[in-house]
């Protein structure tokens, strides 16, 4: 499966911003979906990650009360809200796909910028 995330942006600190990330040459229901962030000089963090079903979706507890993913199987995308955003937000945004029901996220996207300024 190929993926391509778009999105990214520059914005202020507060302001919102919604990624979205396409899958295509797979069968996207197949398939449990991610986002993942690395700011600069630092480790690539886990950001969300939703069921192939979209009825179960996990967050690290410091992003679960102002980001939320989402998926729309029928258009083979994934999308990603960020609310009240913060400068330490800033990083480079990919998407992930893994296998349904496996551990590992297998498939990457090229990602996406998102600058939040102070």
């Known amino acids: 499966v190929q993926l391509q995330a778009c999105g990214g942006g520059l914005v202020q600190a507060e302001g919102s911003l919604t990624l979205s990330c396409t899958a295509s040459?797979?069968?996207?229901?197949?398939?449990?979906m991610g986002w993942f962030r690395q700011a600069p000089g630092k480790e690539r963090e886990f950001v969300a990650s939703?069921?192939?079903?979209?009825?179960?979706?996990s967050y690290p507890h410091s992003l679960k009360d102002r980001f939320t993913i989402s998926r729309d199987n029928a258009k083979n995308t994934v999308s990603l809200r960020m609310n009240s955003l913060k400068p330490e937000d800033t990083a480079v945004y990919y998407c992930?796909?893994?296998?349904?029901?496996?551990?590992?996220?297998?498939?990457w996207g090229q990602g996406t910028l998102v600058t939040v300024s102070s």
């Open positions: 992930a796909a893994r296998i349904r029901d496996s551990t590992q996220f297998d498939y």
């Open positions: 040459g797979g069968t996207f229901s197949s398939y449990d």
């Open positions: 939703i069921s192939w079903s979209g009825g179960s979706t």
